[in-house]
């Protein structure tokens, strides 16, 4: 069975600061990753996915993630983070061997960036 | 490109009514995915359709039901409503392939808030 963890609620950060979410995934097949950012009375955003090639995965406005298989993770970053980078994160998996569209989210991670 | 479009946007049901619910994807797309956002269950899938069959289903009761239409569109009802069922209902678009594996991210529409009371 597939299964995202994302094993904080929140992560506070001061603006200006290195931010990182924390996500592992299990599947069974080739793990197809992604992030996603949802801000308040919205749909979710895309920001960035990894599916095969280099381990390190850049995407939108200024967010990357590192793809680690032995420890089954795929966290998100950024070298300085922003007021406006708060918002509720969600990393989520697909199974790549599988033909299906079906994406397993995580809970979700509440940024807090203060100024 | 016009991004997903939902609607509408917020709806208010009684318990036992029934909902219908309608997505329109980006143009292009033909994959189409519904997902049920609660506080307690966090983002569920509910089904998936391309070129208008239902390629993956969720685990959800009979009462949710979806469809889509020759243009993509997709809609999805819930009958006999619960109180359980308010939520924020997303639509996802994305450009799937119709074998083989797929890489495509999805691409969300802003939901549905579906209330019932």
């Known amino acids: 069975a597939q299964s995202v963890a994302q094993p904080e609620d929140q992560v506070n950060v001061a603006e200006g600061n290195p931010l990182t979410v924390k996500c592992t995934y299990s599947?069974?097949?080739?793990?197809?990753l992604f992030w996603y950012v949802q801000y308040p009375n919205r749909g979710l955003q895309f920001l960035l996915k990894?599916?095969?090639?280099?381990?390190l995965v850049k995407g939108s406005y200024g967010f990357e993630a590192e793809f680690n298989k032995s420890q089954t993770s795929f966290h998100l970053k950024k070298p300085s983070a922003l007021v406006s980078d708060s918002a509720l994160y969600f990393c989520?998996?697909?199974?790549?061997?599988?033909?299906?569209?079906?994406?397993?989210f995580g809970q979700g991670t509440t940024l807090q960036v203060k100024p | 490109k016009a991004g997903v479009t939902q609607t509408p946007r917020y709806l208010i049901k009684t318990r036992g009514q029934q909902v219908t619910l309608s997505c329109s994807p980006i143009?292009?797309?033909?994959?189409v995915s519904w997902y049920q956002q609660t506080p307690g269950q966090g983002l569920q899938f509910l089904f998936e359709?391309?070129?208008?069959?239902?390629?993956n289903k969720g685990n959800f009761p009979g009462r949710f039901s979806g469809r889509q239409f020759s243009n993509s569109r997709s809609e999805m009802n819930v009958s006999t409503l619960e109180l359980g069922d308010s939520a924020l209902y997303l639509c996802?678009?994305?450009?799937?392939?119709?074998?083989?594996?797929?890489?495509?991210?999805?691409?969300f529409g802003p939901g549905t808030r579906l209330t019932v009371t």
């Open positions: 996802a678009s994305s450009l799937a392939a119709a074998t083989g594996l797929s890489s495509y991210e999805q691409y």
């Open positions: 143009s292009g797309h033909r994959s």
């Open positions: 599947v069974s097949g080739n793990p197809y």
């Open positions: 359709y391309f070129s208008e069959t239902q390629r």
């Open positions: 990894y599916i095969t090639g280099d381990n």
């Open positions: 989520a998996v697909r199974d790549g061997s599988s033909n299906t569209g079906k994406l397993i």
